[in-house]
């Protein structure tokens, strides 16, 4: 049966951990949601695969088409769109109007929105009234790098507590799940523990409701990964492994055989 948004609500009550990956094309998405992961973003992150040094390049009709090719694959996990740079922060009308075209388009049930700052929170609030459900992101929000770098946030006590109320404001706001990105492990506890919805931790400790990385990390096919990922095969040795093999049997003629 295919992951729903309640479920993910319901596994946070009864304390089962949500596992998260990205995906950014139909043979990633197939392996993911085989493999059992329970939901798949389909992430900005995807810069790594598209040869961006950051998200911020990111357009949406590149987003919805690789979005397309994962829905594909998808049979089983809740699949998220993230919206890119610069289509949903302008009016609630444009981000009604992007996340609308992610579900219509892509068949993705839901979309995510980064930041918590009231204007994003009162935009976010439009959005799920139009009948789209919104995961937010608070923490360290990649769109916002030439703002707030790629360090990590909530340092400060007067950092810390912000995040916790954007947090709560986007709760309130009606997102189903919010992602905390690079944070202190007590603050992505204190949330958790504050909220009702899912928390999705990526380098926020091990409190959260759930955990999401970028599949390239895990699979070492990146050329740099965040300190807070974990390599757990690498991909990158093998393909060149099997490349060069083939390139020495074919210049040797012995390949094919």
Request: net charge neutral; glycine share 8%.
């Amino acid at each position: 049966m295919p992951v729903t948004i309640q479920q993910l609500i319901q596994w946070k009550q009864q304390g089962r951990s949500i596992v998260a990956l990205t995906a950014w094309d139909y043979a990633i998405a197939q392996i993911l949601d085989a493999a059992g992961v329970d939901l798949i973003l389909v992430g900005d992150s995807m810069s790594v695969v598209l040869g961006y040094e950051t998200t911020l390049p990111i357009t949406l009709e590149e987003m919805l088409h690789h979005a397309k090719a994962v829905r594909r694959g998808v049979k089983r996990a809740l699949m998220v769109v993230d919206l890119p740079f610069l289509t949903y922060q302008e009016s609630p009308q444009q981000a009604i109007h992007s996340a609308g075209r992610a579900l219509k388009e892509t068949g993705a049930p839901a979309v995510k929105m980064e930041g918590g700052y009231p204007a994003m929170v009162e935009t976010i609030a439009r959005v799920v009234q139009a009948g789209i459900p919104v995961m937010g992101h608070v923490g360290l929000t990649p769109q916002s790098l030439h703002q707030l770098g790629l360090r990590q946030q909530g340092k400060t006590e007067e950092a810390q507590a912000r995040i916790l109320l954007e947090a709560i404001a986007l709760e309130q706001a009606g997102a189903f799940s919010i992602v905390l990105e690079h944070i202190p492990a007590d603050l992505a506890l204190k949330i958790t523990e504050k909220i009702r919805i899912p928390t999705i931790g990526i380098g926020a400790g091990s409190h959260c409701d759930g955990q999401v990385l970028v599949t390239s990390d895990i699979l070492g096919l990146s050329e740099k990964q965040p300190p807070f990922a974990k390599v757990y095969t690498n991909l990158r040795e093998t393909i060149t492994k099997a490349v060069q093999d083939y390139a020495v049997q074919v210049r040797e003629r012995k390949f094919p055989e």
